[in-house]
């Protein structure tokens, strides 16, 4: 399934985009309820999900807070216009999402009870974020980082990181990048995402060096007492 995390914060779960499959994946993992959305870009693969939090937004009778950058935010009022300006022929409770947006700079911020460090990536020629929990990072989606976002990759346990395929791409990491990436960080662990139907997964994780594994749908990663999954 498309990239996402889903944190389980000491103050409610939130999500890290909201893929395509987002509604079976929180069935899978028997979500009961997301309170906040955080995106690192608006491409349909990161967004086409947000609708499925819907729910979540009349359970609490209040509007679900999404995080994003400027540039995201346009994309999601204009892919989600009826959220926002009341479009369409239903009325009744809980058929419109209540949303509510709220910006993203270069400051850490805090969400549910944990501190989101924001890490501006390139995705070819767009700007995106990835962020940092604690000493946890997840960066998917990114063919560059700016020599200003290096030292928020310092003392790292774990590193998510794109890795689509062997072959170079215009807009990912490829797979000897990304092993470049961990190189110069050296995270105790690294889990690459956002691969390709290319990587074969047993014959690829066998190839790559101890403390590198290809990322799978479930996988949990201890942050703090909570989880990354």
Same mark, same amino acid.
């Given at each position: 399934m498309r990239s996402g995390v889903l944190v389980r914060a000491p103050e409610g779960d939130f999500v890290i985009d909201t893929s395509p499959?987002? &509604?079976v994946q929180l069935l899978r993992e028997q979500v009961a309820c997301v309170h906040a959305a955080v995106f690192t870009h608006g491409h349909a693969d990161h967004l086409f999900g947000l609708d499925d939090l819907r729910l979540f937004g009349y359970y609490l009778s209040r509007a679900i807070p999404l995080y994003a950058d400027e540039i995201t935010e346009v994309r999601i009022r204009?892919?989600?216009d009826y959220a926002f300006e009341n479009k369409g022929p239903n009325n009744h409770p809980g058929a419109t999402p209540q949303f509510e947006? &709220?910006?993203i700079g270069r400051d850490s911020f805090d969400l549910l009870g944990l501190t989101l460090t924001p890490i501006p990536l390139w995705h070819g020629?767009?700007?995106v974020l990835g962020f940092r929990l604690g000493n946890v990072a997840f960066c998917t989606d990114v063919s560059r980082i700016p020599e200003e976002s290096w030292p928020l990759l310092e003392g790292l346990d774990?590193? =998510?990181l794109d890795a689509l395929r062997e072959k170079p791409h215009p807009t990912h990491f490829s797979l000897s990048q990304a092993l470049e990436v961990v190189s110069r960080v050296r995270p105790k662990q690294a889990w690459f995402t956002? =691969?390709?139907h290319t990587l074969e997964y047993e014959a690829t994780n066998k190839l790559l060096p101890a403390g590198v594994e290809l990322a799978y749908d479930g996988l949990r990663i201890p942050l703090s007492t909570t989880d990354l999954d």
């Amino acid at each position: 399934m498309r990239s996402g995390v889903l944190v389980r914060a000491p103050e409610g779960d939130f999500v890290i985009d909201t893929s395509p499959e987002l &509604r079976v994946q929180l069935l899978r993992e028997q979500v009961a309820c997301v309170h906040a959305a955080v995106f690192t870009h608006g491409h349909a693969d990161h967004l086409f999900g947000l609708d499925d939090l819907r729910l979540f937004g009349y359970y609490l009778s209040r509007a679900i807070p999404l995080y994003a950058d400027e540039i995201t935010e346009v994309r999601i009022r204009q892919s989600f216009d009826y959220a926002f300006e009341n479009k369409g022929p239903n009325n009744h409770p809980g058929a419109t999402p209540q949303f509510e947006m &709220r910006p993203i700079g270069r400051d850490s911020f805090d969400l549910l009870g944990l501190t989101l460090t924001p890490i501006p990536l390139w995705h070819g020629q767009l700007p995106v974020l990835g962020f940092r929990l604690g000493n946890v990072a997840f960066c998917t989606d990114v063919s560059r980082i700016p020599e200003e976002s290096w030292p928020l990759l310092e003392g790292l346990d774990v590193l =998510i990181l794109d890795a689509l395929r062997e072959k170079p791409h215009p807009t990912h990491f490829s797979l000897s990048q990304a092993l470049e990436v961990v190189s110069r960080v050296r995270p105790k662990q690294a889990w690459f995402t956002h =691969i390709s139907h290319t990587l074969e997964y047993e014959a690829t994780n066998k190839l790559l060096p101890a403390g590198v594994e290809l990322a799978y749908d479930g996988l949990r990663i201890p942050l703090s007492t909570t989880d990354l999954d």
